[in-house]
């Protein structure tokens, strides 16, 4: 028997067994965790586009939440307000976690306070004015946020609103999966695509065929991919691995299943078309397709084949493959440059990877290899320019 919850009735019943697996939908440890750091002490920088804000310590030492009360922590998340009233700045998504339920709060809250009590202050926010302002903070929260609740649909089964529940709330799904404005914010319900603010990744489109939409998946391929980072379809690579490593993974068969019904059913768009992030595309050099073949043959085609069938299980396939073939590029970018390495899950314990050719190729062998793989065996994208991989590999990964 299971509950709402994901777990088994007696698991759900222990407030703090289900708090620390709700932890995990949420994917908490990952910010609230300094690299080196104590776990759940904080301290971890989270850059923005206007500044860095450093997650606070959520241990119950007196430096942590050691004075909260379960109502604070729901105020927290519910309302996006510390303990003294103070707005919370939204790189802590409670434009998302306002979503969660009071009795998901209290079983988070009861696993908080179960923690090892860690002595570390929470380290100032470095933002710039005026953002640095809560009056400032008060103008975006009138303009982006209102607090509410997960609405059942009752056009829907339950597993469907369970998935609607995880992507939406704890899971914040579209917090990278769409576009951000001027002043930082998305729309929760929008998983239109968008690069992820202050790093050189962009996640893809959930909704336009061409892009990473799962309509016509099996139910069942999408739960492997979040279980395990790879399915026949896709591999995760970049912040989606890590989101997989330390998230998804650990996730109820059930959930996982009710999340795929939700990701599934997401209403189509259209095809999205060429959207370059930064400057207007400069068109490669004559000559560059060949080099870009030659290029493939030399470095590539010992793993995913000589008309980039790949291996199945291993090297992904790139003809016909929609992470190719993407309107925007930085992701292929990326790989080529930092290496592509998929999440090590108890479902596929050791991945196979892809070394980084950053110290091998120049910018301009890059932009000819991608852009020939983007043209060859049946792919029909645009060429990536010379331009493109240097603004790339001049970001932080």
């Known amino acids: 028997m299971s509950?709402?919850?994901?777990?088994?009735?007696?698991?759900?019943d222990d407030g703090v067994t289900r708090g620390r697996y709700l932890a995990r939908a949420g994917n908490c440890q990952a910010c609230h965790t300094a690299p080196g750091?104590?776990?759940?002490?904080?301290?971890?920088?989270i850059e923005t586009p206007f500044g860095?804000?450093?997650?606070?310590?959520?241990?119950?030492?007196?430096?942590g939440l050691g004075g909260w009360q379960a109502g604070d922590f729901w105020r927290a998340l519910h309302h996006g307000r510390s303990r003294d009233g103070r707005m919370l700045y939204p790189a802590f998504p409670y434009t998302h976690y306002t979503r969660v339920t009071r009795a998901d709060a209290d079983a988070l809250w009861a696993f908080m306070q179960s923690l090892p009590p860690v002595a570390q202050?929470?380290?100032?926010?470095?933002?710039?004015?005026?953002?640095?302002?809560?009056?400032?903070?008060?103008?975006?929260?009138a303009l982006y946020f209102r607090p509410g609740v997960q609405q059942a649909d009752a056009r829907q089964d339950a597993s469907w609103n369970r998935g609607a529940y995880l992507v939406q709330g704890l899971g914040h799904c579209s917090a990278c999966h769409s576009t951000r404005n001027a002043l930082g914010a998305s729309e929760v319900l929008d998983l239109s695509g968008g690069m992820i603010p202050m790093?050189?990744?962009?996640?893809?489109?959930?909704?336009?065929?061409?892009?990473?939409?799962?309509?016509?998946?099996?139910?069942?391929?999408?739960?492997?991919?979040?279980?395990?980072?790879?399915?026949?379809?896709?591999?995760t690579l970049g912040p989606m691995a890590e989101v997989v490593l330390h998230s998804t993974q650990h996730l109820s068969p059930d959930d996982l299943a009710a999340m795929a019904v939700f990701l599934k059913s997401v209403p189509p768009t259209a095809p999205t078309e060429a959207?370059?992030?930064?400057?207007?595309?400069?068109?490669?050099?004559?000559?560059?397709?060949?080099?870009?073949?030659?290029?493939?043959?030399?470095?590539?085609?010992?793993?995913?084949?000589?008309?980039?069938?790949?291996?199945?299980g291993a090297y992904p396939r790139l003809a016909g493959n929609r992470a190719v073939t993407l309107p925007v590029t930085a992701n292929l970018v990326q790989v080529v440059i930092h290496g592509g390495f998929g999440p090590a899950t108890a479902g596929r314990?050791?991945?196979?990877?892809?070394?980084?050719?950053?110290?091998?190729?120049?910018?301009?062998?890059?932009?000819?290899?991608?852009?020939?793989?983007?043209?060859?065996?049946?792919?029909?994208?645009?060429?990536?320019?010379?331009?493109?991989?240097?603004?790339?590999?001049s970001l932080a990964r």
């Not at 750091?37 to 920088?45: E, F, K, L, S």
């Not at 959930?206 to 026949?232: F, K």
């Not at 004559?286 to 291996?311: F, I, N, S, T, W």
């Open 52 to 63: 860095v804000v450093y997650a606070g310590n959520l241990t119950p030492d007196p430096t």
């Open 275 to 312: 959207r370059n992030t930064s400057m207007e595309r400069v068109p490669v050099k004559a000559g560059a397709a060949l080099r870009g073949e030659k290029l493939y043959g030399d470095h590539c085609a010992a793993c995913h084949g000589a008309q980039g069938e790949g291996v199945a």
């Open 121 to 141: 202050a929470n380290r100032p926010h470095e933002l710039r004015w005026p953002v640095s302002t809560q009056w400032a903070l008060g103008v975006w929260r």
């Open 199 to 235: 790093q050189a990744w962009y996640a893809p489109s959930l909704a336009a065929p061409n892009e990473a939409s799962l309509a016509d998946w099996p139910l069942a391929e999408i739960a492997q991919l979040l279980a395990t980072g790879n399915s026949p379809r896709a591999s």
């Open 3 to 12: 509950t709402t919850s994901g777990l088994p009735a007696s698991a759900a």
């Open 349 to 393: 314990p050791r991945p196979f990877g892809m070394p980084p050719f950053a110290m091998v190729m120049s910018d301009a062998d890059v932009a000819a290899v991608l852009t020939y793989l983007r043209q060859a065996w049946g792919n029909q994208a645009g060429p990536v320019s010379e331009l493109e991989v240097a603004q790339q590999r």
């Open 37 to 45: 750091g104590a776990p759940w002490a904080g301290g971890r920088g």
